[in-house]
């Protein structure tokens, strides 16, 4: 279950831009020991670069994605005699109080399939950071997403920091387990506290640094997206899709409209339709 949490965990990260460029890096260019509450994330268009975090180092190539995490000492300068090109990306990835880095094990280092697709990418990236259109921001921040996926799963297999490991992620994957089978049911929140050992309100603290939300308000995301499951791939009437999340029709389809925009009906019709509009 710790992939579960750590899925929930990436789904409700909040993104935040402070900085993206291009930038042609000469031999006068160099950030030596720096530590920022801020990750950074390099796309090298040449080699010719040193890259430092912290005790290991690095001699990135052209098209190679580097991400340097927040709150780890960093260095990074351009070798003797070479100049040459990167895009650079700061930002915040969290969900509660944890930086996405800081929480996950990954390589520092990638090579990505498709350098001109990744190129393109990160330029319409830095476009979108620099206009100030009413979606140009929303559009960085979803080509940084696609960035950070492509980051993610050209390298090995994310998985969670060791001081984590045994820690409050264990924990909250006990508590994502039990809830995964107690969807229809009435849970309390002292209930989940108890299956963990943890005062309520430490409890509500804990959960909420990993997820990103309450565990009420988790609860009601999965009971949520089993519904948009069952209205999408079984002919489940809605009747019975409350019953089986434990709410009336009533309440099931009110908090549904709220979570998709439109009924559960509606949202059956629209999501069968799609493929045969494709195709018109």
Excluded at 209 to 233: D, F, H
């Amino acid at each position: 279950m710790q992939r579960e949490a750590l899925g929930s965990y990436i789904s409700n990260l909040h993104m935040h831009i402070s900085e993206a460029a291009f930038f042609t890096c000469t031999s006068s260019w160099y950030h030596m020991d720096v530590l920022s509450d801020f990750n950074r994330l390099y796309y090298f268009l040449g080699d010719g670069g040193h890259v430092r975090i912290g005790d290991e180092e690095l001699y990135p190539k052209r098209g190679q994605l580097v991400v340097l995490p927040a709150g780890t000492m960093l260095s990074v300068r351009t070798l003797e005699d070479r100049v040459f090109s990167k895009f650079f990306c700061h930002f915040h990835a969290k969900a509660g109080d944890r930086e996405l880095f800081q929480l996950l094990e990954t390589p520092s280092c990638v090579d990505v399939p498709d350098q001109e697709a990744t190129s393109e990418r990160f330029g319409e990236l830095v476009r979108h950071y620099r206009e100030t259109g009413l979606t140009s921001m929303l559009r960085a921040k979803l080509l940084l997403q696609e960035l950070l996926c492509e980051f993610l799963e050209q390298g090995d297999e994310a998985r969670l920091r060791q001081s984590e490991a045994g820690g409050s992620l264990d924990k909250v994957s006990q508590v994502l387990a039990y809830l995964e089978h107690h969807l229809a049911d009435d849970v309390r929140l002292d209930q989940l506290a108890e299956l963990v050992h943890f005062h309520p309100n430490y409890f509500i603290r804990v959960f909420k640094s990993v997820t990103g939300c309450s565990p009420i308000q988790y609860l009601n995301q999965r009971r949520m997206e089993k519904a948009k499951q069952w209205m999408q791939s079984t002919d489940m009437s809605v009747s019975e899709a409350a019953e089986r999340i434990g709410s009336t029709l009533y309440q099931f389809s009110k908090m549904f409209k709220q979570h998709t925009g439109v009924s559960p009906s509606d949202y059956r019709k629209v999501i069968r339709e799609q493929p045969q509009q494709q195709h018109q």
